[in-house]
């Protein structure tokens, strides 16, 4: 008891063992004063003052001796339990959840860990002693009635999803699991609340993504199907009028052979057009299409894109006027803008009738670089106006000499100017003609 249990125990274990020290001590003196002074056996047995003095010191001590090892037993037990509610307060309170003991027969909240304030902003004196009904907790009566019914019917309720309310009013979702308890022969209820707000959020994210995708994955599959029919057309027209040349020139008629040459070399030319563009295209859907920004000067790009759609517009006699300053210079994928000119100038081109106009403008704004294109053509109706530069919807008509578009050109441009952070849109009115524009943002 002195020396041999544990340092934690000996507070309560010294006193017991001095108490049996002291017995010893007593003991041993009293044997020793016996065998000094009683010379005969016989007198071992008479008593006197000493002897009577003895005995009241030893009642004295073994009522102490008791008294003592009573004390020890409390105190361990009691050292026992503090530790025991030591560890279940710290588990109580460092739960990441919402802990609340009421009583079953009033439903009055007695208890609750200190998460209750970081996750509902009630600080737990304003919980203790009121019912969750009082403090309007619940979201949903209804919600409430019905945990009630199903805990007193089953006695536990497991992760059950609920919506709550917390002090400044705000609703937050959480999952509540519940059982009856007794504690010191009373019923109780624990209840622990688990806000759900950051999973169903996860949750929310991960269905709105999978729509999305769903969506892209439609919509392109969509795209793809329209593609490979605009591919079959020329293709088509390549191989039946290539069999009807075949035919002719192996029975030696010539006539009609320049025609069917150039059906031939127009649908090769459109089938060409519509895989550059779709091969662009990919490559920017996919990634493998790198953006490369340098400092260039845009008067010379349009200049240079006009020079290689020259053939097209002589074809026409069309006139091109352009407004443009010398030496802007913008900052900007070269190769991604001149893919931008090409197809906006070739559909002005397209669209623009005999001895028509087109007008190319570009000119510095406070905060952006504007370019237009604008032709007196067709025209657009306004309906159509927000299918041109939608994947699903491959808007594409007929130009003024018949000329067939890939569908797929505005689409590219959009994806391009949106690499730059910029803007691209139409102005247009059928049978007037239309103005698309594009803004690369300063650097």
């Not at 002074?37 to 003095?53: A, G």
């Not at 020329?234 to 010539?254: H, R």
């Not at 010398?326 to 893919?339: C, Y």
Request: charged residues 25%.
């Amino acid at each position: 008891m002195l020396k041999r249990t544990p340092l934690s125990m000996r507070k309560i274990t010294r006193p017991v063992g001095i108490v049996f020290f002291t017995v010893c001590i007593i003991q041993l003196f009293r044997v020793y004063y016996l065998l000094q002074f009683h010379q005969s056996p016989t007198e071992l047995f008479k008593s006197n003052s000493s002897e009577s003095l003895f005995l009241l010191i030893w009642e004295s001590i073994i009522i102490l001796l008791a008294y003592s090892i009573s004390l020890m037993y409390n105190k361990r037990l009691i050292i026992d339990m503090n530790a025991q509610e030591e560890k279940f307060s710290k588990a109580f309170h460092a739960a990441p959840f919402m802990i609340m003991l009421s009583k079953f027969t009033d439903g009055k909240i007695f208890e609750v860990n200190k998460n209750v304030q970081s996750i509902s902003g009630y600080h737990p004196n304003e919980l203790i002693g009121f019912k969750s009904s009082e403090l309007h907790i619940w979201e949903q009566d209804e919600d409430r009635n019905k945990f009630i019914t199903d805990l007193n019917s089953k006695g536990v309720v497991f992760e059950n999803e609920y919506v709550y309310r917390k002090k400044s009013g705000e609703l937050f979702p959480g999952l509540m699991t519940a059982e009856i308890i007794t504690i010191n022969n009373e019923k109780c209820i624990i209840s622990v609340i688990q806000d759900i707000t950051i999973r169903k959020q996860a949750d929310l994210k991960l269905i709105n993504s999978e729509a999305t995708l769903r969506e892209l994955n439609a919509t392109k599959d969509k795209f793809f199907s329209i593609i490979a029919h605009d591919l079959k057309s020329p293709f088509n027209g390549i191989i039946g009028f290539s069999e009807i040349l075949k035919e002719q020139v192996k029975e030696n008629d010539y006539e009609g052979i320049y025609q069917y040459a150039e059906i031939i070399n127009t649908s090769s030319h459109h089938a060409m057009d519509l895989l550059s563009n779709l091969m662009e295209w990919s490559q920017s859907q996919t990634g493998r299409m790198k953006y490369n920004p340098e400092y260039v000067d845009i008067v010379l790009l349009i200049k240079s894109t006009l020079e290689l759609l020259n053939t097209s517009s002589e074809q026409k006699l069309i006139n091109i006027n352009k407004n443009t300053p010398l030496g802007l210079v913008i900052h900007a994928d070269k190769a991604m803008i001149e893919a931008v000119l090409r197809n906006l100038i070739s559909n002005a081109i397209k669209f623009t009738p005999q001895e028509g106009t087109i007008i190319i403008t570009a000119e510095e704004k406070e905060n952006t670089y504007l370019i237009s294109v604008a032709d007196r053509g067709v025209g657009i109706e306004n309906r159509n106006v927000e299918k041109l530069f939608k994947i699903d919807s491959s808007y594409s008509t007929l130009g003024t000499n018949n000329e067939v578009g890939t569908g797929l050109g505005l689409i590219l441009c959009k994806d391009f100017i949106e690499y730059h952070k910029g803007k691209i849109w139409v102005e247009s009115e059928l049978g007037v003609g239309s103005t698309f524009y594009f803004s690369i943002p300063k650097v």
